[in-house]
């Protein structure tokens, strides 16, 4: 397992980490002994950073995550939790100081911890962005020590580019994989210059990106894959990163003749991204103990060539780009 620097701080963190969605819930049936086995699959291949948020099960991965870390003790791994979504409705209004010390309370609790690694702004509405208050009450809550640091998970790259100039910022979480490839245009550079950590989720784009999803692929009722494909519940753009089913099958088969031997499909559209610098960590998120063991594996594997490179740019601007480049 590979390490990078985590942006400013002086922490390195794994470039593959652990995506909790899954064992909280919105992914179908996880069963809790799925969830602690890919928990510990994780850990036990050498992840050092762990993405959740105090929605994903209402707290049902927050407290997986602060069962399994008790039971196995120290060294610990970095946890970032996400605060803001428990708003309903879902406004600006509602990221004020008492709601936000509310959440972080919670999450404190749901961990088991005196003091978060980090939270994010789990992908606040757009206003957020233009009001200081907001961060100048962030800012009074880390000196609180409840908090270490936070960041902010954004939808779009506009968005990305606005929160970095709160110079306590720490970190931007935001979708980025062979099917979105807008944030390394300029997102990266200016995150690079400000040395600010780049969280990468949704990189299999929900699991299209392993190559396993057919046209006749069905997901269970609570799965999102079914129930937002369209943007029913949340952003569309977190559901198969907002690809068109059959234009993403499409894409995925002629990708599949550019994956080296040795490696899976998801295995390399993880690499892919890794090709990146400016990416910090990868976030897969992982259902079992054997998905979480092959994602580890990816930060191994060799760098990807030059020329599959431009293959797989080529079928991105070829097939994908109309669906997604401008919108995120
Ligand atoms: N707004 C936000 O801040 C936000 C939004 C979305 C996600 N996230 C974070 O980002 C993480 C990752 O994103 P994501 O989970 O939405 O999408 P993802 O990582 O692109 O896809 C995860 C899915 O890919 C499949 N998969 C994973 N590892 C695999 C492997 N080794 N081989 C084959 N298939 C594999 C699984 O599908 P099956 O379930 O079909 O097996 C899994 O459920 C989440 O867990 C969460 O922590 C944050």
């Given at each position: 397992m590979r390490l990078r620097p985590f942006g400013r701080s002086p922490v390195n963190v794994s470039d593959i980490g652990f995506g909790a969605w899954?064992?909280?819930?919105?992914?179908?049936?996880?069963?809790?002994?799925?969830?602690k086995a890919a928990l510990?699959?994780?850990?036990?291949?050498?992840?050092?950073?762990?993405?959740?948020?105090?929605?994903?099960?209402?707290?049902?991965?927050?407290?997986?995550?602060?069962e399994v870390l008790k039971a196995r003790g120290r060294p610990r791994p970095i946890v970032a939790t996400k605060a803001g979504r428990r708003l309903n409705p879902h406004t600006v209004e509602g990221y004020n100081r008492k709601n936000l010390e509310g959440f972080i309370d919670r999450s404190l609790k749901n961990l088991a911890v005196d003091s978060l690694d980090l939270v994010q702004l789990h992908c606040p509405p757009v206003e957020a962005l233009y009001r200081p208050e907001l961060f100048a009450v962030l800012d009074d809550i880390r000196k609180s020590g409840k908090i270490k640091?936070?960041?902010?998970?954004?939808?779009?790259?506009?968005?990305?580019?606005?929160?970095?100039?709160?110079?306590?910022?720490?970190?931007?979480?935001?979708?980025?994989?062979?099917?979105?490839?807008?944030?390394?245009?300029?997102?990266f550079r200016e995150a690079q210059r400000r040395k600010v950590a780049v969280i990468v989720r949704v990189p299999l784009a929900s699991g299209l990106l392993s190559g396993k999803i057919t046209a006749e692929s069905r997901f269970a009722p609570d799965d999102h894959r079914t129930?937002?494909?369209?943007?029913?519940?949340?952003?569309?753009?977190?559901?198969?990163?907002?690809?068109?089913?059959e234009a993403g099958l499409q894409a995925v088969e002629e990708l599949r003749k550019l994956v080296p031997a040795g490696a899976t499909m998801a295995q390399f559209a993880l690499r892919w991204i890794l090709m990146n610098e400016a990416v910090t960590v990868v976030i897969p998120g992982a259902r079992n103990a054997e998905q979480a063991r092959a994602n580890a594996a990816a930060?191994?594997?060799?760098p990807i060539t030059a020329e599959t490179l431009v293959a797989a740019r080529e079928i991105y601007d070829r097939l994908i780009a109309k669906h997604v480049h401008q919108r995120w």
């Open positions: 899954q064992i909280g819930g919105a992914w179908g049936d996880v069963s809790a002994e799925d969830a510990n699959a994780a850990l036990d291949s050498g992840m050092t950073f762990i993405d959740t948020a105090d929605v994903y099960g209402d707290g049902r991965s927050e407290k997986f995550i602060a640091a936070y960041g902010v998970s954004v939808e779009k790259v506009e968005e990305a580019l606005k929160a970095i100039e709160f110079p306590n910022v720490v970190s931007i979480q935001i979708i980025y994989n062979i099917f979105r490839q807008r944030p390394a245009d300029l997102f129930f937002n494909r369209h943007g029913e519940a949340f952003d569309v753009g977190e559901t198969f990163a907002g690809v068109p089913f930060s191994d594997l060799a």
